[in-house]
């Protein structure tokens, strides 16, 4: 069966730190997507990362994806009190019919 | 707003009912997704259709089906509803039949409560 764990699956952390964000899957994928949810809201792309190595960097959210080692990270570079979200992280696997399957999601909570 | 329209936004209704989601897509996209969010399964997929015909299946319930439209919309159907059946149902769109570069785009979703 195919997992998408993520880790740490609550993080609670000061304004101003760096702290990073690990996916990892247990199938073959060239594909990893984050997305963003607000309490009771819906989800927004925040990144698509589409082969090894691949690195994007929007603000002070940096993603990068390890095919090999089938993980992916986002780094948080000096968080600041907006970055207060879940994050979710999706792999679309080749051969599941592009259907994108979840991590558990990240719950973040920066403290000022 | 993301393009993708969900209606309606909140629903209560009794165990035993049924109940009847609709999705319009990002204009011009042409598949939909179908997503269930509960507390104890996280984000589940449940279906996908393509440009009116059914593409992919994921961990739908018999007692759930769905459909696209013609004019590409689609309808999630849920039926003799359950109090485990209560989350929160996300439709998504895509251009093609598959995520491609850009992933999918999700509406805002219908909150739904069995009581």
């Known amino acids: 069966e195919l997992k998408v764990e993520q880790n740490p699956l609550f993080l609670s952390m000061q304004e101003g730190k760096n702290y990073t964000i690990y996916c990892n899957y247990s199938?073959?994928?060239?594909?990893l997507y984050w997305y963003r949810q607000d309490p009771g809201k819906s989800l927004e792309s925040l990144f698509v990362?589409?082969?090894?190595?691949a690195v994007k960097q929007e603000g002070r959210l940096m993603a990068s994806l390890d095919t090999k080692a089938r993980l992916s990270t986002l780094h948080i570079t000096a968080a600041v009190h907006d970055l207060s979200a879940t994050y979710f992280c999706a792999v679309d696997p080749r051969d599941t019919g592009n259907q994108f399957y979840f991590g558990t999601g990240t719950s973040l909570t920066v403290i000022p | 707003d993301s393009g993708v329209t969900q209606t309606p936004k909140h629903l209560i209704t009794a165990t035993g009912q049924r109940v009847t989601l609709r999705c319009s897509p990002r204009s011009g996209d042409l598949s939909v997704y179908w997503y269930q969010q509960s507390l104890d399964q996280g984000l589940q997929f449940l279906i996908q259709y393509y440009n009116g015909e059914e593409r992919a299946k994921g961990n739908i319930l018999e007692r759930f089906s769905a459909q696209q439209f013609p004019d590409l919309h689609s309808e999630l159907n849920l039926s003799s509803l359950e109090l485990g059946d209560s989350a929160l149902y996300f439709c998504?769109?895509?251009?093609?039949?598959?995520?491609?570069?850009?992933?999918?785009?999700f509406g805002s979703g219908t909150r739904l409560t069995v009581v």
């Open positions: 998504a769109s895509s251009l093609l039949g598959t995520s491609g570069n850009y992933g999918y785009t």
């Open positions: 199938t073959t994928s060239d594909r």
């Open positions: 990362l589409l082969s090894n190595g």
